[in-house]
């Protein structure tokens, strides 16, 4: 009895863990400006507010401010340098490995055993796949 | 095992701590991006940013944050904190909805771009509050907890007000207790609870509304019910009201202190389709109970429990349903009485049904159609009646122009004056004819003709509708009907009266009554019975007809303390017929009353082999006659005076001593017209009657005295006779 509690623990544990390795940790925002230039900021504590024509974002590390006539963009990324994984096109099924299916807007459509499965089974359209190494993918069913 | 656990429970919380959330709080309203969705999120000339196809304002943002909030994708959450609400909305639906409150009054506005469906979770309370909700899509409303009154609108004077009209999922979370009240005044809202689209009420929690404006809960079109406890604690209007078809499929719905119908479902077009398959496009006004609880008590003029356009449909359940109001005279030429269910059409295949009746003329069922197919229907009705434009109005347990007595178990008690337990047929009503009503406490002698036969009351012409209990193979319902009241002005309790023809064709019927005109079975146009086991014990006639009486099968008693066991006015050959089967009809009122009235004996028709025994009262004046035309069998009207006692058991029997029928009395009977005829007698044979104070133990039936099929002999004897 003891030790299918503890099989069934470890399996748990062991599922935990794939779902999180589908969510990769974006651990800072990059703020991305008119210029090409970038101020990464460790989302840690991370707080941004907007007055007198600046954004202010105040974090672990201290506060930082940005004129809002020189922002262009800001997104996620999960390295210090300002890095995400790119969201690659596919037209192949090459990839052997589970993955995830999103909509552009970010629903969760289903988990698949590999592209090829996923291709099969979703409806025509354009969908992010997200594979368990967290690499993303977009591909097109036709 | 203690160290796996905890091994487990920090590995996972540490895996839950990198879910990074972008919040974009804009006054009430947080966004909640997950970082993973998040994408680029585009300036726009320092004045706005928008985030996965949000655009906001940076003026309007009071401050954006990252935490670790697992955003649960395609819901909006709103808390309500009193005086103020916060909404929460996932990231992946922000650009499909707006949202726009005043303290804790919130309303959404979903995009018709919305390609899925929104779930959204209200929880909190407020004394002033409100959820209004506009769209074209599906979707769900989650009740969480929620306490919300809407004391001073803003967008309805709903609680919730969803103005969308596609299907709504309102979900009543388990072990959540929710309430909504609107508002009394400053509103024109047509519930406390309203949707405009299909509403579908779910979960396992439990639901109050308080209805102080109008309805408590109104769909505009379909409303179908499962599981979740709905309370329904006050209603301006009705407790429930709603379109298209209403369906529960479980759950418990309690209605009460509500000012009009309890539950109410109409027809939403122009077009009835009636019922469709899966209910599938489906506009009927039909109202399905498939399973569940229903309480429903109402007590308003003219309200009913359950009213339905069309039909009313109980396949399972347990249903309450008490109504108590007076009659509603606003329509002076439709007076309205309060009614258990009211519909085009009731039909019961299953379930339990109980209805308690109070108010005044009030009615069981009332329907242009009633169908019985199974199931338990209990009516308690002790409606007085009232005089309302000169017309007597009575209490009625079913009331229907066509009634199909199927099956199931029915029991109907009246206890009000005048009550009527079973109201069939329709017609117009022409005059009252020379016998005078035959309620009348004062009763002519043994002069008058037809003896105890009253052949008055009212008469009808274009008689429509139809009667029928039971079905062609011999099956039939369970049916016990007592009437306890006495007459009111010119209309008599009854317990079945029909206006159409009456053919019974099986089942187990029981009728009593005890007061003068309380006749048993009473039918304007006919009566047939074709099968089952009856048994009659009434103060007036047992079996009452202006047209024919015909016995063919089954097994009837008729037993009458103050009048005819059976009583035709058809005044023709055939007024009375025994074919098959047996019938044993007895009056112990003594002189004029009879066992078989038909104002003639030469009209009584023996048109097969069953049995007809008879004991009452002599025929009375007019044209008596003692012979029967073209009789199948034997028989014998005898004549000589019989004094039958209780307790005794009488055997009629062939010269060889063979059982033709054993019978017994519930009451004394000095007969001085008796007919005898039974299967195998035969013209100029002999037959003896002897009594035994033993009752028969090997009948093959038995029922309320009478015995067939049984050997049992009589050792005194009582009467003997040559069969015609």
Known sequence: MRNKWMIMMVLLLAMAVQLHAEDAAYNYLVLSQQDGSKAVLNVSGLRIVFSEGKLVATNNDGSRSVALSDLSKMYFAQDAEGKVTGIETSTSDAVQQPVVAYTLSGVRLGRYDNMAAARRSLPKGIYVMKQTNGKNMKITVK | MKRVYSFIAVVMTCLAMTAQTLNVQVGQVTYRVPAAQSGEMIYQNGETVTIMGKTVSLSDITQMYVDNTVVEDATVSVVYQEASAQVEVAGNVAQYVDVALSGAHVSISQSDALPFEITYKLSGASADGEFYMTGSYKATVELSGLTLTNATPVYSGAAVCIMDGKRIDLSVKKGTENTLTDAATGGSQKAALYCKGHLELKGQGTLNVYGKYAHAIKSAEYMQMKNCTVNVLEAVKDGVSCDEYF??????????????????????????????????????????????????????????????????????????????????????????????????????????????????AGRGVKAYDIETNGGELTINNSAAPATISSDVKSAKGLKAVNMALNAGTITITMSGNAGKGIAAGDGTKSSSSSGGPFWAPQRPGGGGGGGGGMGGGTTYTNVTGSYTQGKADGTGPTLKVTTTGSAYSSSSAKAIKAICAVTVYGGTTEVYTNTDGAEGLESKTSINIQGGKHYFKCYDDCVNSKGKITFNGGVTVCYSFGNDAVDSNAGTTGAVTIGNGAVFAYSTKGAPEEGFDCDNNSYIQITGTGIGISAGGAQGGGSSSSSISNAKQGYKFVTSSISYKTGNYYTLADNSGNNLVTYSFEGACSSSLALFTATGMTKNATYTVKSSTSAPTDASTAWHGLYLGSSAKGTTSVTSFTAQ
Request: proline residues 1%; negative net charge; charged residues 20%.
């Open chain 2, 247 to 360: 369906l529960m499929e479980s759950g418990t719905l309690t209605i009460k202190n509500v000012g009009d119908d309890g539950l109410q479902c109409d027809v939403d077009g122009t077009t009835n389709t009636g019922e469709l398959q899966d209910h599938e496009g489906e506009d009927s006004g039909n109202v399905y109970i498939n399973g569940g609880t229903l309480h429903i008590t109402t007590t308003a003029n003219g309200t009913k429990a359950i009213k339905a356009d069309s039909m009313a449909v109980v396949n399972d359940g347990t249903l309450t349903l008490t109504v108590s109001g007076g009659v509603d005279t606003t329509d002076s030429t439709d007076p309205s009485y309060a009614t258990a269910i009211s519909s085009g059409k009731f039909v019961q295949n299953g379930g339990s049904i109980t209805m308690t009746v109070k108010g005044t």
